[in-house]
């Protein structure tokens, strides 16, 4: 069965005139009817009863007349899609966001592809960077940003660099931690430590201190970063996060201390400081696997783990 030969039916089913059809289709009259017959051989009956000046549907082309219609307009919005993606004029594109990426560092890029595709429609969904790589392979993404700290690249994916982002500590003002020039990975034991779900490093940082002998204690667990640096700074604990959180958040009773200027980004009630390189000094990688893209920030295997101002 042919998408023209369905075509033909139809137009024969509403004008109940082969003449009309084929003048509706822009055929001879021949050629409809050849199409026409075809069609009723294939089904196994007419289609049509054909009586002189009157023609009407046969039983079985009323009972198929409904199914046909469906298959010619899903056709016809089949072709209308194939062509828009062609043409780019209308293609969705699902991008996988980790949610603990700032939307600062990645608006340019979003707006940057509206502004040469136009024609892309940008879906965009948060989740965590375990999730976000496994639908991606999977094929339910198209596009993933998100950070996991590893010195073995991965091999499913293919990556390209987007950005680099420091991981901090995140203290109280008045933590006795909160002033010190370098903090040292045995300082942090026994501290109470506040636990972000959706953490980067959530578990590779288990080992370091596990080597060092050092025990930190979870006292809270958050999937949102404002309630972490809510907890933070009311004196619960200290936190690992990005050094742009606390920035982007507006945290009112946070400041962030950058590890190479020590400013203060904004004002009072905790004190952020800079994870040392080897930690903490993770490249965003964007990464295309068929057609597709992921970023993974990447962090070499430390010997060591300090926080300074």
Same mark, same amino acid.
Not at 14 to 35: D, G, H, I, Y
Not at 66 to 86: D, H, P
């Given at each position: 069965?042919?998408?023209?030969?369905?075509?033909?039916?139809?137009?024969?089913?509403?004008?109940? +005139?082969?003449?009309?059809?084929?003048?509706?289709?822009?055929?001879?009259?021949?050629?409809?009817?050849?199409?026409?017959?075809?069609?009723?051989?294939?089904?196994?009956? /007419?289609?049509?009863?054909?009586?002189?000046?009157?023609?009407?549907?046969? &039983?079985?082309?009323?009972?198929? &007349?409904?199914?046909? =219609?469906?298959?010619?307009?899903?056709?016809?919005?089949?072709?209308?899609?194939?062509?828009?993606?062609?043409?780019?004029?209308?293609? @969705?594109?699902?991008?996988?966001?980790?949610?603990?990426?700032?939307?600062?560092?990645?608006?340019?890029?979003?707006?940057?592809?509206?502004?040469?595709? /136009?024609?892309?429609?940008?879906?965009?969904?948060?989740?965590?960077?375990?999730?976000?790589?496994?639908?991606?392979?999977?094929?339910?993404?198209?596009?993933?940003?998100?950070?996991?700290?590893?010195?073995?690249?991965?091999?499913?994916?293919?990556?390209?660099?987007?950005?680099? =982002?420091?991981?901090?500590?995140?203290?109280?003002?008045?933590?006795?931690?909160? +002033? *010190?020039?370098?903090? *040292?990975?045995?300082?942090?034991? +026994?501290?109470?430590?506040?636990?972000?779900?959706?953490? &980067?490093?959530?578990?590779?940082?288990?080992?370091?201190?596990?080597?060092?002998?050092?025990?930190?204690? @979870?006292?809270? %667990?958050?999937?949102?970063?404002? %309630?972490?640096?809510?907890?933070?700074?009311?004196?619960?604990?200290?936190?690992?996060?990005? &050094?742009?959180?606390?920035?982007?958040?507006? %945290?009112?009773? $946070?400041?962030?201390?950058?590890?190479?200027?020590?400013?203060?980004?904004?004002?009072?009630?905790?004190?952020?400081?800079?994870?040392?390189?080897?930690?903490?000094? %993770?490249?965003?990688?964007?990464?295309?696997?068929?057609?597709?893209?992921?970023?993974? *920030?990447? $962090?070499?295997?430390?010997?060591?783990?300090?926080? *300074?101002?």
């Amino acid at each position: 069965m042919e998408i023209s030969q369905v075509r033909y039916f139809l137009a024969v089913a509403k004008e109940l +005139n082969f003449t009309r059809a084929a003048e509706q289709c822009n055929v001879t009259q021949p050629a409809l009817s050849r199409a026409i017959k075809l069609l009723e051989d294939e089904f196994g009956g /007419p289609l049509f009863h054909r009586e002189r000046r009157f023609t009407h549907l046969t &039983e079985l082309g009323r009972m198929v &007349e409904t199914y046909l =219609e469906g298959v010619f307009e899903n056709s016809r919005q089949a072709k209308q899609i194939a062509e828009q993606y062609v043409n780019l004029k209308k293609m @969705p594109l699902r991008v996988g966001i980790m949610s603990t990426i700032a939307p600062d560092e990645i608006i340019e890029l979003i707006a940057a592809v509206r502004r040469h595709h /136009p024609g892309v429609e940008l879906h965009l969904c948060d989740s965590d960077a375990v999730n976000l790589r496994k639908r991606l392979l999977e094929g339910d993404l198209e596009a993933a940003i998100y950070a996991l700290p590893s010195d073995v690249p991965d091999e499913e994916v293919h990556s390209l660099p987007l950005f680099r =982002e420091q991981m901090v500590m995140a203290v109280h003002l008045s933590h006795r931690l909160a +002033n *010190r020039r370098v903090v *040292r990975v045995k300082d942090m034991s +026994n501290e109470s430590y506040i636990h972000r779900n959706n953490c &980067e490093f959530a578990g590779y940082a288990d080992a370091i201190l596990a080597r060092q002998g050092v025990t930190v204690s @979870p006292v809270y %667990w958050s999937d949102r970063d404002d %309630w972490t640096l809510a907890m933070i700074a009311a004196g619960l604990g200290f936190g690992f996060m990005p &050094e742009h959180t606390p920035s982007t958040l507006a %945290w009112r009773h $946070c400041r962030s201390r950058s590890r190479n200027s020590g400013a203060t980004s904004i004002s009072s009630r905790c004190a952020a400081a800079g994870i040392r390189l080897r930690l903490a000094r %993770w490249s965003a990688k964007q990464r295309r696997r068929n057609g597709s893209a992921n970023g993974q *920030r990447h $962090c070499p295997p430390p010997n060591d783990l300090a926080v *300074r101002g």
